[in-house]
């Protein structure tokens, strides 16, 4: 199955998000100006590993369910600045293009 438009769209503004830096699923769709959380987070379960998937996060910080380990391994890599288990949103979130 090939992305639609939205999922293109969702893809190519994630390729943006600079290391070190995250998105919530919410802040996705409030960029785009359509979609929702909900629908951000389909496309990026279903076409995401592309893109740097890691840097979409939940919107209290906690990445991915099911990839927590690795998203916050490579997070912490990148330099993002992490609370325990969540990436601390006020010091990481990337404000856009």
Known sequence: MLPSPFAER???LVDTIPPGRV????DVAAMLGEGG???VGTVMAR???GVPWH???RADGRPAAGHEQEALR???AEGAVLRGTRVDMARSR???R
């Open 23 to 26: 998105l919530a699923y919410s």
């Open 37 to 39: 959380p909900r629908a």
């Open 94 to 96: 990337w404000g856009g």
């Open 74 to 76: 490579r997070l912490e």
């Open 55 to 57: 840097r979409v996060v």
């Open 10 to 12: 969702v893809l190519d």
């Open 47 to 49: 076409f995401g590993s």
